[in-house]
C-alpha cells in the first residue's frame, strides 16, 4: 500500500511563511512527477507546483516567486516552501506522486495525500 502524508499546515499571518512536507511511503520504485494541488473552499482544485524527476519545476501564476517546490527522489519526499503568504492561499493542499512505479509493478499510476489545511490570516 502507497501512503502520501502531508505536514507542516496551520495558521499565519499574511507576509507570513510555512513549508509543506510530503513523504511517500510502500514498496516505491520510482515517481516521475510530485506535485502539491490545493482546493479552497467552494472552487476547484488547482495545480500549485509541480516537479519532475529531473528537476524541472511548474507553478501556477498565482504562486509564482512566492513558493518553491523541492525534492528528495531518493526518500520519496517532497516540500513546498510558501512565503509572503496572501489569504487568497488558504485552502486545504494535497500532495500527490504522478506516475508512481511499485515492486513488482510495472505499471504506474498516480496517488494523493489526505490533505493538509492552510489558512492565512489578514
Known amino acids: 500500500q502507497v501512503q502520501l502524508l502531508e505536514s507542516g499546515g496551520g495558521l499565519v499571518q499574511a507576509g507570513g511563511s510555512l513549508r509543506l512536507s510530503c513523504a511517500a511511503s510502500?514498496?516505491?520504485?520510482?515517481?516521475?512527477?510530485m506535485a502539491w494541488y490545493r482546493q479552497a473552499p467552494g472552487k476547484q482544485r488547482e495545480l500549485v507546483a509541480r516537479?519532475?524527476?529531473?528537476?524541472?519545476?511548474k507553478y501556477a501564476d498565482s504562486v509564482k516567486g512566492r513558493f518553491t517546490i523541492s525534492r528528495d527522489s531518493a526518500k520519496y519526499t517532497t516540500a513546498l516552501q510558501m512565503n509572503s503568504l496572501k489569504p487568497e492561499d488558504t485552502a486545504v493542499y494535497y500532495c500527490a506522486a504522478e506516475g508512481l512505479r511499485r515492486s513488482p509493478h510495472s505499471r504506474e499510476d498516480d496517488h494523493w495525500g489526505q490533505g493538509t489545511q492552510v489558512t492565512v490570516s489578514s
Open positions: 510502500g514498496s516505491i520504485v520510482s515517481i516521475r512527477v
Open positions: 516537479i519532475s524527476t529531473g528537476g524541472s519545476t
